[in-house]
């Protein structure tokens, strides 16, 4: 069983689109996070959820929205999709404590998802 | 604001080598630091988290340190394998419990 899946795997569209990211996790984590990994394989946060409540925003343009209907999935839409967008987007989640210093938030990431804007 | 290098970009080994690879950050506040291994087309896999109040942490032929003070850590590979090559990137998590990532070393173990 695939503890945290993606999908699709590869995504293909005209600049201007609006295109979806699906995430869903079965650890019964209370933590999820969208990373983007640029041409140069340069990892960088996106968002991360916990709860379903928003944590960590990274001055994403307002065209990325992530949704988490419940704390085992956090999609992201994309909207106006630009050139600069063609990435490979990590999903991950983790057993945090929210706020606190635990530290010990070990994430386990999805396969990821190949976008590619024409 | 955090930042994390990973030296050397590359590297190429021939099989049976014991290697380091590095990894430097510019904010000693971290809570602790992962090393992740990143195969072509797959997700991450994490392989070592050692906590800010640790040195070291081993898992079989692999062995990560943390000098905290200096915002160093290495990852020993030991006896490397041809299934040991990857991406591989360092991690340090700060506070929101944000990780911020190095830009990764592509190892290469030859036959």
Not at chain 1, 12 to 27: A, F, H, Y
Not at chain 1, 41 to 54: A, T
Not at chain 2, 14 to 42: H, M
């Amino acid at each position: 069983d695939t503890a945290v899946s993606q999908t699709p795997k590869y995504l293909v569209t005209q600049m201007g689109n609006d295109k979806s990211i699906k995430c869903e996790q079965n650890l019964g984590h209370d933590t999820m996070y969208w990373y983007k990994q640029d041409s140069k394989k340069f990892l960088k946060i996106m968002f991360s959820y916990n709860n379903k409540e928003l944590i960590i925003n990274e001055t994403v343009p307002n065209r990325f929205s992530p949704k988490s209907p419940d704390k085992a999935h956090l999609n992201l839409h994309i909207n106006s999709l630009e050139l600069g967008d063609s990435a490979v987007y990590f999903c991950a989640s983790s057993q945090d404590q929210r706020g606190g210093l635990s530290g010990a938030n070990v994430l386990t990431f999805g396969a990821g998802s190949r976008l590619t804007v024409l | 604001k955090q930042e994390v290098t990973q030296i050397p970009a590359a590297l190429s080994v021939p099989e049976g080598e014991n290697l380091v690879l590095n990894c430097s950050f510019t904010d000693s506040a971290i809570y602790n630091l992962q090393w992740f291994r990143q195969d072509p087309g797959k997700g991450l896999t994490s392989l070592l988290l050692i906590q800010s109040s640790q040195r070291e942490q081993t898992s079989g032929r692999l062995n990560a340190s943390l000098d905290k003070s200096s915002g160093r850590s290495t990852l020993y590979i030991a006896a490397s394998q041809p299934g040991d090559s990857a991406t591989y990137l360092c991690a340090v998590t700060g506070g929101g419990n944000k990780l911020t990532f190095g830009t990764g070393t592509q190892l290469k173990v030859e036959l």
